[in-house]
T-cell receptor, first 114, second 116 residues
Framework: NAGVTQTPKFQVLKTGQSMTLQCAQD?????MSWYRQDPGMGLRLIHY???????DQGEVPNGYNVSRSTTEDFPLRLLSAAPSQTSVYFC?????????????FGPGTRLTVL | AQTVTQSQPEMSVQEAETVTLSCTYD???????LFWYKQPPSRQMILVIR??????QNATENRFSVNFQKAAKSFSLKISDSQLGDTAMYFC?????????????FGTGTLLAVQP
């Protein structure tokens, strides 16, 4: 198992550009999420998915789109990048059975918007 | 809405000593889960310990233990016999579903430096 993989590791965009941050997991986890981490603010939930075809908004969804066409992949799209979206982005996946929970975070993508 | 507060932005401890990181939270729910995550300079998020609110017994994982005070809505992390590898940012987090649905609410973090 490769766990949770994120690509790219680093990205620099200009204001107004669009891009997709990729997230994939090979553990057949139902639940996947995207968080952003800003200095002094901890991690905040952007979007999450409880299974293929099902997504919902988190705390800070504006400016981001997601889709979950397969169990494995959960891409995050920035439609028109803004400097306020400069951040480190983490993807996470998890699985639960009864009270047992297995959770993984990806290594993060550092995004800079100029 | 739930909130998580970590009031210590930075802390320092000598190697081999004990340190306690503070966390308070606010919720109107009775059943929930609390977590401590470690984020070393590599940025990888690592689950340190997990506490279920319905369990009165404090969770422990080797040198890491928590003091869970449900009535006071307090959830502190104690690190015993601190090691240089414990240097990291530590986040307290809250979830209604045990982390299963990945809808965690995080505090702002405490940067811990272990001094040799």
């Amino acid at each position: 198992n490769a766990g949770v993989t994120q690509t790219p590791k680093f990205q620099v965009l200009k204001t107004g550009q669009s891009m997709t941050l990729q997230c994939a997991q090979d553990m057949n986890h139902e639940y996947m999420s995207w968080y952003r981490q800003d200095p002094g603010m901890g991690l905040r939930l952007i979007h999450y998915s409880v299974g293929a075809g099902i997504t919902d908004q988190g705390e800070v969804p504006n400016g981001y789109n997601v889709s979950r066409s397969t169990t494995e992949d959960f891409p995050l799209r920035l439609l028109s990048a803004a400097p306020s979206q400069t951040s480190v982005y983490f993807c996470a996946s998890s699985w639960a059975s009864g009270r047992a929970v297995v959770q993984f975070f990806g290594p993060g993508t550092r995004l800079t918007v100029l | 809405a739930q909130t998580v507060t970590q009031s210590q932005p930075e802390m320092s401890v000598q190697e081999a000593e004990t340190v306690t990181l503070s966390c308070t939270y606010d919720t109107s729910e009775n059943n929930y889960y609390l977590f401590w995550y470690k984020q070393p300079p590599s940025r990888q998020m690592i689950l340190v310990i997990r506490q279920e609110a319905y369990k009165q017994q404090n969770a422990t994982e080797n040198r890491f233990s928590v003091n869970f005070q449900k009535a006071a809505k307090s959830f502190s992390l104690k690190i015993s016999d601190s090691q240089l590898g414990d240097t990291a940012m530590y986040f307290c987090a809250f979830d209604l579903y045990g982390g299963a649905t990945n809808k965690l609410i995080f505090g702002t973090g405490t940067l811990l430096a272990v001094q040799p």
